[in-house]
């Protein structure tokens, strides 16, 4: 079969593309971005498109027609710079469903969650369930596949947040620690989507994903940590009080296209336990347990150092935007003292002007960096405005190598972290 995978560079996604694939079907992904999939999956066709922006019918009938069935991978968790939750959940879906109908019909297989609880009025679970009633009264073939906590080999989100608590030095900091937890492994919600694709689980399905045993928050994170090959450590409580500051930080971050596994929608979806409702799931699967799936893919040292590098990430952006912001004020309170560096080579009204600009570029790459899309090209910008700033300072005035503040040796840590950056920065 030809199939339509959404949101195809995701963490379930991707191992959607995979398995469809080793399954012999022809398979086509959607993303707003596919350049490194290209190489990375180069047995897929893939096609860049954003779901926010296909809310019309006549968006999808190309592609409707081109393919067989679509399973949509696809979601958010907050509107943010890079998402809107109306559009990609709920508008994009309903058009995709009249597409589909005009077409004569096609199956569809969607990626949902469990949208009943306390948190059911959360704009992140309103418009999933908005999208499902609509698929369940549109006529059309359809699947509901509604998975647990996801866990596999790699990590995002929910998953990538459970390491990196579980690699804390010397304690486990958790809130609300005996909270129920229920887990999937990602290649049983792939085994789910080709069941449905092959027939052996009948259209009209609306299934949980959660393998059967009971656990809770520490048990994942304690269980996480054992597999990261690290000494046991003591649970420390937190108040829940505690995260709200933090969510707080977390959803000012999601409005700068950061999408922090912390935000407040995250916090509140959990606050309730990741559980599901019934034993309704696949009866022709085997869903492993935790232990199972994490004992399926031993941890290397590349899983530890995500781990513990992964609530660093922020931090360190944090500390760069912070040290050129401070790079470009300081000189603003003493400009003309500032300017007679560049005295000896021009006259003032030239040097001020100069060390004016250098104080608007350094504050401008301090505000850019914090702005996740275009946090790549501001991080290249610090590197390429820092060497510029040693490459001319050694030529004008070299004995600031030797100064006892330090004033060009300190831009060498500098350069260090926008490295780390940079490496760290791309999240899937």
Known sequence: MKILILGATGFIGSEVVRSLH??????????RSVGRAKDKWPFANWI???????????NWDALVRDHDAIVNC??????????????????????????????????????SARTAGAAADLPFLATKRHADSALAASGLSYVILRPALVVGRNAHGGTALMRALASFPLMLPLVSGTMPVRTVAVEDVAAAVNAAIDGEIPAGSDLELAAGEALTLRDVVVTHRQWLGLSPAPVINLPAAFMRPVSLVADAAGALGWRSPLRST???????????????RPRTLSLKTLTQTLAAH????????FARSYLLKPLVILCLSLFWLLSGLVPLLN???????FLPFMPQSLAVTLTLATCLIDIALSVTVLFRPLAKKALIG???????YLAGGSLLEPGLWIDPLGP?????????????????LDER
């Open 22 to 31: 080793g399954g012999g079907h022809a398979v086509t992904g959607l993303a």
């Open 408 to 424: 060009f040796v300190k831009v060498l840590p500098s350069i260090a972290l926008t490295l780390v950056a940079l490496a760290t």
């Open 335 to 341: 400009i003309n003292g500032a300017a007679t560096h």
């Open 382 to 388: 610090m590197l390429l405005v820092s060497a510029a």
């Open 298 to 305: 031993p941890s290397g040292v590349q899983d530890l150092w």
């Open 48 to 58: 860049s498109a954003d779901l926010a922006r296909m809310t019309h019918p006549g």
């Open 266 to 280: 995250a916090m509140r979806v959990m606050s309730e336990g990741i559980v599901t409702e019934g034993e309704a």
């Open 74 to 111: 696809a979601g958010a968790l907050q509107d943010g710079l890079s998402d809107d939750l109306a559009a990609t959940q709920e508008k994009a879906m309903l058009a995709l469903y009249e597409a589909a109908a005009q077409a004569g019909g096609r199956l569809l297989i969607q990626i």
